[in-house]
């Protein structure tokens, strides 16, 4: 297959990127790879745990909107770039010749050096929503849930859980959202989250999530222990 213009990743800037192209350019030709079959808004990631009702309400497959716009959507993952040939290869076996290529792969989640951290029920933020619907229902039967991280995400997943959980929210730093925001605003929102119920432990590292096949506790530097059903 050949095509003027490939797109690897189909998230918000791999969309618009098409979407963009086919304004600017409706004679070329254009394919959209991604890896996931059921891609998700990210930013609303947080709010399946709370207020919306499911997965589905954050999906962003955008299929109908590709095939309205003559843009082709492979969903596969590439495994090999040749510059100088102009080609990508997939994990099926597809060889695809491009003019122009972008890469709009976006991030993954980074998985932080503790003990434990492959056990079962502990679950990093993918941007899948077949991942997301498996970790929801695990999070739906928890009763207790830790969460390592209080940046924006981590903040956003324990506002929504606080509503019918508890919720334990561990963060190395003297405060969340501490990257992005001055001392006095990530106050305020600790003392948010509180009102909630939220469990803030600031200043706090986590050295191990412990359990035999499935994560039963939250075990911090200095030995202290917080019971979990389900780690975040």
């Keep these: 297959m050949r095509y003027d213009v490939v797109v690897i990743g189909g998230g918000p800037a791999g969309s618009v990127t098409a979407l963009t192209a086919r304004r600017n350019y409706p004679d070329k030709s254009i394919l959209v790879i991604r890896s996931v079959k059921k891609p998700v808004i990210p930013c609303a990631i947080p709010y399946i745990f709370g207020r919306l009702k499911s997965v589905e309400d954050i999906s962003s497959s955008l299929e109908l909107v590709f ?13 090999m770039i040749d510059p100088e040939r102009k080609e990508v ?20 989640p980074s998985a932080p050096p503790i003990k434990g951290i492959n056990l079962k029920n502990v679950f990093p933020i993918y941007k899948d929503g077949e991942y ?3 970790m929801l ?17 981590g903040a956003e997943i324990a506002d929504e859980l606080s509503r019918k959980k508890e919720v334990h929210l561990f963060e190395i730093l003297p405060h969340i959202l501490q990257l992005n925001f001055d001392e006095d605003f990530c106050k305020l929102a600790e003392e948010e989250l509180k009102r909630k119920g939220v469990h803030i ?5 986590v050295i191990e999530l412990v359990g ?20 975040i």
């Design 212 to 231: 035999n096949t499935r994560v039963e506790k939250v075990r911090v530097e200095g030995g202290d222990e917080v019971p979990v059903d389900a780690v």
């Design 89 to 108: 290869l997939t994990k099926s076996g597809e060889n695809i010749e491009y003019s122009k290529l972008v890469l709009a792969t976006g991030a993954l």
């Design 137 to 153: 229902e695990v999070i739906r039967e928890s009763n207790s849930i830790g969460i390592i991280g209080g940046g924006f995400v």
């Design 67 to 79: 095939k309205r716009n003559n843009i082709d959507l492979l969903v596969d993952t590439v495994t």
């Design 201 to 205: 432990h600031t200043n706090t590292r």
């Design 132 to 134: 997301l619907e498996k």
